[in-house]
C-alpha cells in the first residue's frame, strides 16, 4: 500500500505561482511513475504531468508544457509541481496519483488540493 498526501494549494492571481507537493509513504520501494492529475468543475479528471519515480521522464499535458515542471525527491519521498504562469483555467482540484511496479495504472490518489487561479 501507498498513501499520498498532496499541500500547496490555494488562491492566486493569474500570472502567479504555486508549488503543490505529493509526500508519499507506505511501499515506496514499489513506485514506478508518479504523475499530477487535476478536475475542473464539471469536467472529467486530465493528466498534467509525470515522472519515473528513479528520475527523468518527465511528461506533460500540452496545456501545461513551458509553465509546469515536475520534479521528485526520493529521500523526502515526494513529489512537487512547480506551476508558473498560472491562467484561470488551472482551477482545479490537482490530485498526485502513483503507478506501481506491479501495476498498469494508477492506482492510488491522494485526497486531492484545491487550486484557484482568480483573473
Known amino acids: 500500500q501507498v498513501q499520498l498526501v498532496e499541500s500547496g494549494g490555494g488562491l492566486v492571481q493569474a500570472g502567479g505561482s504555486l508549488r503543490l507537493s505529493c509526500a508519499a509513504s507506505g511501499r515506496t520501494d514499489m513506485m514506478f511513475v508518479m504523475g499530477w492529475f487535476r478536475q475542473a468543475p464539471g469536467k472529467q479528471r486530465e493528466f498534467v504531468a509525470s515522472i519515473f519515480w528513479s528520475g527523468g521522464g518527465a511528461s506533460y499535458a500540452d496545456s501545461v508544457k513551458g509553465r509546469f515542471t515536475i520534479s521528485r525527491d526520493n529521500a523526502e519521498n515526494a513529489v512537487y509541481l512547480q506551476m508558473n504562469s498560472l491562467k484561470p483555467g488551472d482551477t482545479a482540484v490537482y490530485y498526485c496519483?502513483?503507478?506501481?511496479?506491479?501495476?498498469?495504472?494508477?492506482?492510488?490518489w491522494g485526497q486531492g488540493t484545491q487550486v484557484t487561479v482568480s483573473s
Open positions: 496519483a502513483a503507478r506501481v511496479t506491479t501495476q498498469a495504472e494508477y492506482t492510488y
